[in-house]
């Protein structure tokens, strides 16, 4: 199925009252392990990259980073029979923008979250001009989460749940395709001293209000078997917590069709890769390293598939 857009699988998801899981990738085997998953599972496929993944990607050239994920996935997409999507995670900086939307990214997300209100629309406004000119679907942030977004710190103090009445402004004015308000996650591997508390009734309000897909963002479960996996070979994932299942299918119920996920597929790349290295140590072919830690990070790709609900979907 040719490589598309990703309003085109949104819209399908908000139609159908599903969600689709956003993959974040560093890397070949993690291409790998979501375009199985995907396959395995017949779902609709989400791809994602950070600013950072593209500058790594790159070794520094931000368009040349750009343009090899482009190829790579498309390269997949192109001869498999499910609908396959590029995303770039949190832009915050122009030039990423720029270069994702060059090289051909299925759709741009630009996070301007950490300005007032005005600023994000006006700010965003202007990308959603230069992205709908070449057929790219933008999506933005209201409110503020807190945690780490790609190294970068995000203080508690800043955090702010999205107003609804302020949503519905932001999404006529702006034109944006899909958004992600906050109500009450946060990024990372640590995120919450207690109990996971979503404001739903803030969630139902904006859907119904906006009618346009929504976005979670700092959704990672934190699974605690591949958390004593990684423990058992020597990692130190002590005090990770994250958005329990039952809550992140709670979300979907009140509108939310694409969830975002990179802290579950990391800890469970490196879980397998400890497993790995522990039992193979005369082993040096790295090929053979990445083998079980694909397998791992597949695996909870379709456990997560089938709780989105987007699972036979493609």
């Known amino acids: 199925m040719p490589y598309v857009n990703t309003k085109d699988i949104l819209e399908k998801a908000s139609e159908g009252f599903y969600a689709v899981p956003a993959l974040n990738i560093n890397n070949l085997e993690f291409l790998q392990a979501i375009i199985e998953a995907g396959l395995e599972e017949s779902a609709p496929v989400i791809i994602e990259t950070s600013e950072g993944a593209i500058k790594y990607a790159g070794n520094g050239n931000i368009m040349r980073g750009a343009k090899l994920f482009v190829d790579m996935v498309r390269e997949y997409a192109d001869t498999i029979d499910i609908p396959v999507a590029l995303h770039l995670d ?13 090289a051909g990214y299925s759709s741009v997300m630009i996070d301007a979250s950490e300005h007032n209100f005005e600023e ?29 977004e790609d190294n970068v710190v995000v203080a508690a103090h800043e955090a702010a749940l999205v107003d609804p009445d302020e949503a519905v402004e932001f999404v006529e004015k ?7 308000p906050a109500i009450g996650t946060s990024h990372g591997a640590f995120k919450f001293k207690g109990e996971a508390r979503l404001d739903f009734d803030r969630l139902k309000k904006v859907k119904e209000r906006t009618g346009i897909p929504l976005v979670l963002h700092g959704a990672s479960s934190v699974p605690q078997d591949i958390v004593e996996l990684a423990e058992k070979f020597g990692a130190d994932f002590k005090g990770a917590k994250g958005v329990p299942s039952e809550i992140l299918k709670e979300t979907v119920k009140y509108g939310i069709n694409k969830v975002n996920t990179d802290t ?8 397998g890769l400890r497993e790995f290295l522990a039992g ?5 072919d790295p090929r053979k390293y990445f083998k079980v830690p694909k397998e791992y990070v597949k695996g909870l790709i379709k456990e997560r598939m089938r709780l989105l609900g987007c699972s036979n979907k493609a």
């Open 280 to 284: 193979n140590p005369t082993e040096f």
């Open 90 to 102: 949190h832009g915050k900086h122009f030039e990423y923008i720029i270069a994702a939307i060059k």
């Open 120 to 148: 994000n629309l006006s700010i965003t406004k202007k990308v959603v001009e230069i992205a709908h000119s070449v057929n790219v679907s933008v999506e933005a942030e209201l409110g503020r989460l807190v945690g780490i």
């Open 264 to 271: 579950d597929l990391r800890m469970a790349f490196i879980a």
């Open 174 to 180: 702006t034109g944006v395709d899909f958004l992600a």
